[in-house]
């Protein structure tokens, strides 16, 4: 990882398949882009096996245009649907266990830290909410209380998409699937609020129907976590499959969602906010000039 390392010796390149090419010179490696560009230059993820249609995949697609530095991010996920893109994307990606991501990611910062002292080596989680919530729980909620200095996005299809339709924690109450036909019995799981409990300094809720509004939320995310400690985004994913949604009908879901229990949440701490508002007056200063 690092711009070193994704460019070629000199004399080599010819020799690498085009989409690695393409990649070096219409990448987004090094360079600042623009989410509302996506589809106009070299994307991290291009293909991927989930299903036609899926918000998640369109998600995973965002996120990767929106990391402040993708040449020097690693990214961690674990079964689940989410980790059918992740491992496509041209940025590394580890597989932890189901309900290890957490734990994995720990222990990934704090080496990188130790190895890159000098160096912005950024950690992100991308995991299910059954991974994070359900069998993970206990490996999320430590990492946070241990104020492990990494960003977890929490794809949250409210289901168990993977493996057919399970209910998660995260299932809305009464909701009916395939594989719990009798009817959630309790409350979503209010992951936003446990994140501001156990202590993440940067904490969002969104529905991803303002693709500029997710570009913006998760750079701030990892850029808290690079120096202040765990960052946390919730965002609703919703599942074609499972939820009967048809293709040409997931803005409008994301958008009813969005209205009913996803309206935009946005918590910070007082440092993190001083930190945006310095970074942020200073992009405004360099646009402008030029
Ligand atoms: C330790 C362990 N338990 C169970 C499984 C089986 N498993 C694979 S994916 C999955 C559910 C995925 O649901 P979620 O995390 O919500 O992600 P989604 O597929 O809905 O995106 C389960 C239970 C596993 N791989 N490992
Ligand atoms: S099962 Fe659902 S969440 Fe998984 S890829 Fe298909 S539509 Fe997306």
Same mark, same amino acid.
């Given at each position: #990882?690092?711009?070193?390392?994704?460019?070629?010796?000199?004399?080599?390149?010819?020799?690498?398949?085009?989409?690695?090419?393409?990649?070096?010179?219409?990448?987004?490696?090094?360079?600042?882009?623009?989410?509302?560009?996506?589809?106009?230059?070299?994307?991290?993820?291009?293909?991927?096996? #989930?299903?036609?249609?899926?918000?998640?995949?369109?998600? !995973?697609?965002?996120?990767?245009?929106?990391?402040?530095?993708? @040449?020097?991010?690693?990214?961690?996920?674990?079964?689940?649907?989410?980790?059918?893109?992740?491992?496509?994307?041209?940025?590394?990606?580890?597989?932890?266990?189901?309900?290890?991501?957490?734990?994995?990611?720990?222990?990934?910062?704090?080496?990188?830290?130790?190895?890159?002292?000098?160096? %912005?080596?950024? !950690?992100?989680?991308?995991?299910?909410?059954?991974?994070?919530?359900?069998?993970?729980?206990?490996?999320?909620?430590?990492?946070?209380?241990?104020?492990?200095?990494?960003?977890?996005?929490?794809?949250?299809?409210?289901?168990?998409?993977?493996?057919?339709?399970?209910?998660?924690?995260?299932?809305?109450?009464?909701?009916?699937?395939?594989?719990?036909?009798?009817?959630?019995?309790?409350?979503?799981?209010?992951?936003?609020?446990?994140?501001?409990?156990?202590?993440?300094?940067?904490?969002?809720?969104?529905?991803?129907?303002?693709?500029?509004?997710?570009?913006?939320?998760?750079?701030?995310?990892?850029?808290?976590?690079?120096?202040?400690?765990?960052?946390?985004?919730?965002?609703?994913?919703?599942? %074609?499959?499972?939820?009967?949604?048809?293709?040409?009908?997931?803005?409008?879901?994301?958008?009813?969602?969005?209205?009913?229990?996803?309206?935009?949440?946005?918590?910070?701490?007082?440092?993190?906010?001083?930190?945006?508002?310095?970074? @942020?007056?200073?992009?405004?200063?360099?646009?402008?000039?030029?």
């Amino acid at each position: #990882m690092g711009l070193k390392y994704i460019q070629p010796a000199p004399g080599f390149k010819e020799y690498l398949p085009k989409d690695y090419v393409d990649l070096i010179d219409f990448g987004p490696f090094g360079k600042e882009v623009d989410v509302q560009y996506m589809g106009q230059y070299k994307e991290i993820l291009e293909e991927h096996p #989930m299903c036609a249609g899926c918000w998640m995949a369109y998600f !995973v697609r965002v996120f990767y245009a929106s990391l402040p530095n993708p @040449e020097d991010t690693i990214v961690i996920g674990t079964a689940g649907c989410a980790r059918l893109a992740l491992s496509q994307a041209a940025v590394p990606f580890i597989y932890g266990n189901y309900g290890d991501t957490n734990a994995v990611a720990s222990g990934l910062t704090r080496a990188l830290n130790i190895r890159f002292p000098d160096k %912005n080596k950024d !950690v992100v989680v991308v995991a299910g909410d059954g991974g994070l919530m359900d069998i993970g729980f206990s490996m999320t909620l430590h990492s946070w209380f241990r104020k492990e200095k990494f960003t977890t996005i929490m794809v949250d299809n409210e289901v168990y998409g993977n493996t057919g339709g399970q209910e998660s924690g995260m299932s809305p109450k009464g909701v009916q699937l395939k594989m719990a036909p009798k009817g959630k019995k309790f409350e979503k799981i209010p992951a936003t609020e446990l994140a501001k409990l156990a202590g993440c300094v940067y904490v969002v809720k969104i529905a991803p129907t303002n693709i500029k509004r997710v570009a913006k939320v998760i750079k701030r995310a990892v850029l808290a976590a690079r120096h202040f400690g765990p960052t946390f985004i919730h965002a609703y994913t919703s599942c %074609n499959i499972e939820y009967s949604i048809p293709t040409e009908e997931v803005l409008k879901d994301a958008r009813e969602r969005e209205k009913k229990d996803f309206g935009f949440e946005e918590y910070m701490t007082d440092e993190v906010r001083e930190y945006f508002e310095e970074i @942020e007056k200073k992009e405004k200063e360099a646009k402008a000039k030029k």
